[in-house]
Structures are given as C-alpha cells and as structure tokens.
Nanobody, 124 residues
Framework: QRQLVESGGGLVQAGGSLRLSCAAS????????MGWFRQAPGRERVLVAA????????FYPDSVKGRFTISRDNAKITVDLQMNILKPEDTAVYYC?????????????????WGQGTQVTVSS
C-alpha cells in the first residue's frame, strides 16, 4: 500500500520551532521527489519546501526561506521539515506529498500522492 503519514504537528508560540516528519510506506517513494505543502482555512494549498529524489537539491518559497529546512532519508523513507522562527501566519494544515520527478517539484499538479495532513498552530 502506497501511503504517506505525517506527524509532529502541534501548538507552538511565535518564535518557536517544530519538526514535522513524513513516513512513506512502499520503497517506490525512493524514486519520487518530495514536498511539503500547507493550507490555511479559506486559502489554497501552497508549497513550502521541495526536495529532489536524491536529496541533493531543495526549493523554498521566499515566505519560508531561511526558516524551514527539508531533508530526506531514503534508507528510512522519511522526509522531515524543520521549521524555525515560526510566525502566526505559518498556522495551517501541513501536507507531505510525492511527485514522480527527479528535481524538486514546484508545480502542485505533478504531485500524485498525499498524506492526510498535520495541524500546526502558532500562537502570538
């Protein structure tokens, strides 16, 4: 069964840190680029970090650049998102996703597999 399961969300004060983790079942995900998205209430789902198949390349939008770090462990088939200096505007449901590309995938339409999401709430 091909599945992505996120963990690590929660409530944190502004300026704090959280680490999200995504566990993938099925070794096929070793051949996928991975990404983290977030969706706030009433807003569209947006990319916050992407990593290439082999982990050598990453992409971050300006909104999180310098604060978020994506990493992957292909031996364990996990993808983590370290989030530092969190802001109230980072509050959202965060999703892990997989794209059958080699390079970091920026286009949301390329992602084929999605997790159920984990809530991150940043209080001011």
């Amino acid at each position: 069964q091909r599945q992505l399961v996120e963990s690590g969300g929660g409530l944190v004060q502004a300026g704090g840190s959280l680490r999200l983790s995504c566990a993938a079942s099925g070794r096929m995900f070793e051949n996928f680029a991975m990404g983290w998205f977030r969706q706030a209430p009433g807003r569209e789902r947006v990319l916050v970090a992407a990593i290439s198949r082999n982990g050598s390349s990453t992409f971050y939008p300006d909104s999180v650049k310098g604060r978020f770090t994506i990493s992957r462990d292909n031996a364990k088939i996990t993808v983590d998102l370290q989030m530092n200096i969190l802001k109230p505007e980072d509050t959202a449901v965060y999703y892990c996703a997989a794209s059958p590309t080699t390079a970091p995938a920026i286009d949301v339409s390329t992602y084929q597999y999605w997790g159920q999401g984990t809530q991150v709430t940043v209080s001011s």
